[in-house]
C-alpha cells in the first residue's frame, strides 16, 4: 500500500503545525523560555530558564514567578510586546545575569486578543554567537559616537558664546565611550536621571569618568540651558568652604569685597550643581548643606537675609560614604538627602573590552592638542593594555598613552614600549594575549599546536577564569561581570553549586 502525504494543505492546518514545531524547537533548542500574562506578570519559565534565577537575585522559582516582569527582570520589554500585540524577533538584553539574544512573541486568543507573551532567549554568550553583527554595530556606533561629540561641541560653543561666558557643560552621553554591558547599564541609568529634578549621587573610585556623567546629566535634562557649576571639595581649604557654597555678604569682614561675592549655589541657580568628592566635606559644614538642601534657601557669610535658590545637585564621591557614616564621620540625614539616585560608576577592569575604544578617542584627544598625528598601536599592545589592572582608570590609560607617545619616535607605539612605561610605573604588569602564529610558519610547528579544539577552548576559558578571579581577589559576581558571564555559569565553571 502506498504512504499517503501526511502534511497539510490549507493554511490553517499549516499554520498550526508550524506553531508546534517552532515551540518544541525553542523549548528545547533555547538557552530558557519565560510566559508573562496580560498583566505583565510571570506566570511560568522552564528548566532551562531557571539556571539564571541566582544571578538576577532569586534563589526561588517562587520569589520569580507571579511577579511582574519588570521588578524581576532589568531592562525587559516585555510589556511593549503586551502594549503593542508586535512582536520583537531579535533583540539584545543586558540585565544582572549577563547579555542575552531574546525573541518576544504575543500570544493572541482565538478572536485576536493579546493575552499574553512569550519570551525565548535564543542564545546567552551575544558577543560569541552574533560576533560578526555585534562587531559592525560597535562600528556604527563609535561613528555615530564621533559625529555627536562634534555637534556637542559646536552646540556648546554657541552656548557659551550667547551667555556671555556663563559655564556650561562640557560633554554629553556620546562622551563617555564604551559599548560593553557596564558602560551601557551606567549610560542607562544615567539617562533616566536626567529626566528628573531629583538629586543623584556618582559613587566610584577615581578616574572612572564621574564628573564627565554629571555634565552629561545636566546637558540632557531640563536645565540644560542653565548653568553648570562645580566645586571639588577636596581641592578647597575648609575654612574657605562655607564662602565657596553660600557666598559672602558686602563687608562681611576685614579684606572682604565691598561688592560682596556670590556662592556657588546662587551661580548655580537655574542649572545644576555638581559637588565632586563630597565624601571630604567637613563635618561641621554638613549640616548647612543639609538645611539649604532641604529649604532651598541659603545664607551667604556675614549676612542675616535668606536667599532662595533653584539648583540640582549632582554630588559624586570615590569614597565609601556608608563606611563613613557608620563611622561618624558623615551625616547619616545628608547621605540619605544626597543618595535619591545613586549611580555605580563601574571601574576599567570591569569593562576591559571598552580599552580599544577608549584608546583610539584618548588618541585623538592628544592629537588635537599637540598637533601631533594620534597614536597607533599594535594588537600585543592593545592586549598588554587590555591586561592591566588599571587602578587610575581611564585617567592612568591616559597617562600611560601619552607617556608612551612622548618617548616614541613615531607615532606607532609597540608592546615593548608600553611594557617599559608600565614597569618605570610600578603596575603589576600581566601579561598579553599570545599573538596569531605568523601565516607560513614550519608546518611541524603548526602541527604542535594543533589540539582538539574542545580542549584548547576549555583551557583559555579557565585561564581567563582564573586571571579574573585574581585581578577581584576572589569576589566572584565581580568576576562574573568581568568575563560578561552570569554568575551560574562561573559557578558551574568552577565546580560549585549555584
Avoid: C
Amino acid at each position: 500500500m502506498e504512504k499517503t502525504d501526511s502534511l497539510p494543505r490549507d493554511a490553517q492546518s499549516i499554520l498550526e503545525l508550524a506553531a508546534r514545531s517552532m515551540f518544541d524547537l525553542f523549548a528545547n533548542a533555547s538557552e530558557g523560555m519565560m510566559l508573562v500574562d496580560r498583566q505583565a506578570r510571570v506566570v511560568w519559565i522552564n528548566e532551562q530558564y531557571k539556571r539564571f534565577l541566582p544571578a538576577l537575585g532569586f534563589e526561588r522559582v517562587e520569589d520569580f514567578v507571579g511577579h511582574p516582569v519588570a521588578s524581576v527582570v532589568q531592562n525587559t520589554q516585555m510589556h511593549h510586546v503586551l502594549e503593542s500585540g508586535k512582536p520583537i524577533l531579535i533583540d539584545l538584553l543586558t540585565n544582572r545575569a549577563g547579555t542575552f539574544v531574546v525573541s518576544r512573541i504575543p500570544l493572541r486568543d482565538n478572536v485576536g486578543e493579546v493575552i499574553g507573551a512569550l519570551g525565548i532567549v535564543l542564545f546567552d554568550h551575544a558577543e560569541t554567537s552574533l560576533q560578526p553583527l555585534v562587531g559592525k554595530f560597535a562600528l556604527l556606533q563609535r561613528d555615530l559616537d564621533d559625529a555627536r561629540r562634534e555637534l556637542a561641541s559646536e552646540r556648546i560653543s554657541q552656548r557659551m558664546s550667547q551667555r556671555n561666558g556663563q559655564r556650561q557643560s562640557r560633554y554629553t552621553f556620546a562622551s563617555f565611550v564604551g559599548a560593553s554591558p557596564a558602560a551601557v547599564e551606567v549610560k542607562r541609568q544615567a539617562r533616566r536621571a536626567a529626566q528628573t529634578a531629583s538629586p543623584v549621587l556618582l559613587l566610584g573610585e577615581t578616574g572612572t569618568g564621574k564628573e564627565l556623567l554629571a555634565h552629561a546629566i545636566h546637558a540632557s535634562s531640563a536645565r540644560a540651558d542653565g548653568p553648570f557649576i562645580s566645586l571639588n571639595i577636596a581641592a578647597v581649604p575648609d575654612t574657605l568652604l562655607e564662602a565657596e557654597f553660600f557666598g559672602v555678604a558686602p563687608g562681611a569682614y576685614t579684606g572682604a569685597d565691598r561688592k560682596g561675592r556670590e556662592g556657588k549655589f546662587r551661580l548655580a541657580h537655574g542649572g545644576t550643581l555638581f559637588l565632586d568628592e563630597i565624601g571630604d566635606m567637613p563635618l561641621g559644614l554638613q549640616a548647612k548643606l543639609l538645611r539649604a538642601l532641604q529649604e532651598g534657601e541659603i545664607e551667604p557669610l556675614g549676612s542675616n537675609k535668606l536667599i532662595p535658590f533653584d539648583a540640582r545637585v549632582i554630588a559624586a564621591t570615590s569614597r565609601d560614604l556608608t563606611r563613613l557614616v557608620r563611622e561618624g564621620h558623615f551625616r547619616e540625614d545628608l547621605y540619605y538627602r544626597l543618595n535619591v539616585l545613586p549611580i555605580r560608576v563601574p571601574p576599567l577592569r570591569e569593562r576591559r573590552e571598552d580599552i580599544p575604544a577608549l584608546v583610539e578617542v584618548l588618541g585623538e584627544d592628544m592629537a588635537l592638542r599637540s598637533g601631533a598625528q594620534p597614536p597607533e598601536l599594535s594588537d600585543a599592545a592593545l592586549s598588554l593594555l587590555s591586561a592591566q589592572v588599571w587602578r587610575g582608570n581611564i585617567r592612568e590609560l591616559r597617562n600611560v598613552l601619552e607617556q608612551a607617545t612622548m618617548r616614541s619616535d613615531s607615532h606607532r607605539i609597540d608592546v615593548s614600549q608600553l611594557t617599559a612605561v608600565l614597569r618605570e610605573a610600578g603596575v603589576a604588569q600581566l601579561e598579553p594575549m599570545p599573538a596569531p602564529a605568523a601565516p607560513g610558519a614550519a608546518a611541524g610547528a603548526l602541527t604542535a599546536m594543533v589540539r582538539p579544539l574542545a580542549d584548547q577552548v576549555a583551557e583559555l576559558e579557565r585561564e581567563a577564569i582564573a586571571a579574573a578571579m585574581t585581578a577581584v581577589r576572589g569576589n566572584k559576581v565581580a568576576a562574573a561581570k568581568m568575563l560578561g558571564i552570569s554568575r551560574a555559569k562561573l559557578y558551574e565553571r568552577l565546580g560549585e553549586n549555584a
